[in-house]
């Protein structure tokens, strides 16, 4: 388990799946993510985060004093291969308040101090524009654009730098 702030990141269980379906059949999480998933596609995703490996990683979000699930959030490696991404979906009841930032940077911070990566990327739809805010918000910066999934993706960095 790992704490934020305001956030309790746990690994995922058997008994959270529930939790998932929701998180991926909301049409608003889901809405630059390739649209919600199907019970069968939720289910093979699900059974492949109960035994994902370094260097994937995944974690589910609950409010530390509602004790409410709020969404999730990953590294895997990213479709080059060469860096680990950064990756995450909240419920809408939780946007807007921080949360996302916090966890994101948490993770990006986990990730290099922890996991001793040098640079993690996300990669977000551009017509995301509250995910850029987010993504720029917390350090990241654009590193190039591509075609992907359909659609215009920004792939953002985060390096270390040399006084870290």
């Known amino acids: 388990m790992l704490l934020t702030e305001r956030c309790r990141l746990c690994k995922p269980r058997l008994a959270d799946y529930e939790q998932i379906r929701l998180l991926f059949q909301d049409e608003m999480v889901r809405a630059y993510l390739g649209g919600p998933r199907h019970d069968q596609t939720i289910q093979a995703i699900f059974s492949d985060m109960l035994v994902a490996k370094p260097p994937t990683h995944h974690w589910l979000i609950f409010h530390v004093e509602q004790d409410q699930f709020m969404g999730l959030v990953s590294l895997n490696p990213h479709h080059d291969g060469a860096q680990i991404e950064v990756s995450y979906?909240?419920?809408?009841h939780w946007w807007g308040a921080g949360y996302a930032s916090e966890v994101v940077a948490f993770i990006c911070?986990?990730?290099r101090t922890i996991l001793g990566e040098?640079?993690?990327l996300a990669e977000?739809?551009?017509a995301n524009t509250r995910s850029c805010q987010l993504l720029e918000r917390i350090g990241m910066r654009p590193e190039y654009q591509v075609e992907r999934f359909g659609a215009k993706q920004i792939v953002y960095a985060l390096e270390a730098t040399?006084?870290?």
């Open 89 to 92: 979906q909240f419920l809408p």
């Open 109 to 111: 911070a986990y990730a």
């Open 118 to 120: 040098s640079k993690i």
């Open 124 to 126: 977000t739809q551009i």
């Open 162 to 164: 040399c006084d870290e």
